[in-house]
């Protein structure tokens, strides 16, 4: 609604859009894993991580701005993340072999990378 009414974003509007977006990321890979466990799936752990390193990516760059460090980019932002979880999953509805396997890992994987990035950043601010 800010892009539209071009006025801006709001404190509030800011704050929300954040939070839905936590619990939209959050959503995607319970639903999966929630189906992961009915099928006795052993992809459970990849998921679990790709969940915990997509918490932290955001709270990483919220915690840096709260102490005025800049902490965005990496490998894989929300976006990314978001398309590669979707697409994984979508492809494993049309029963693609080893999409869903592979797309977790990729995920779990570059999550990682962009933790550590985003960590690097705010350890190379914080040593001036």
């Not at 639903?31 to 466990?37: M, P, Q, R």
């Not at 590669?84 to 693609?96: H, N, W």
């Not at 072999?97 to 960590?119: C, D, E, N, S």
Request: charged fraction near 15%; aromatic fraction near 4%.
């Amino acid at each position: 609604m800010a892009r539209i009414s071009n006025k801006g974003a709001s404190a509030w509007g800011s704050f929300l859009d954040s939070t839905i977006d936590r619990i939209t990321d959050a959503s995607i890979l319970i639903g999966l894993i929630l189906g992961l466990v009915k099928a006795g799936d052993s992809l459970i752990p990849v998921v679990l991580l790709a969940l915990i390193t997509g918490a932290l990516i955001p709270y990483i760059r919220a915690k840096a701005e709260s102490l005025n460090i800049p902490c965005s980019g990496g490998i894989a932002e929300r976006t990314e993340r978001v398309v590669i979880a979707l697409t994984a999953i979508g492809l494993e509805g049309l029963r693609i072999p080893y999409a869903l396997a592979v797309g977790m890992w990729v995920l779990t994987v570059l999550g990682f990378i962009t933790v550590i990035q985003r960590v690097v950043i705010v350890r190379n601010a914080t040593k001036r």
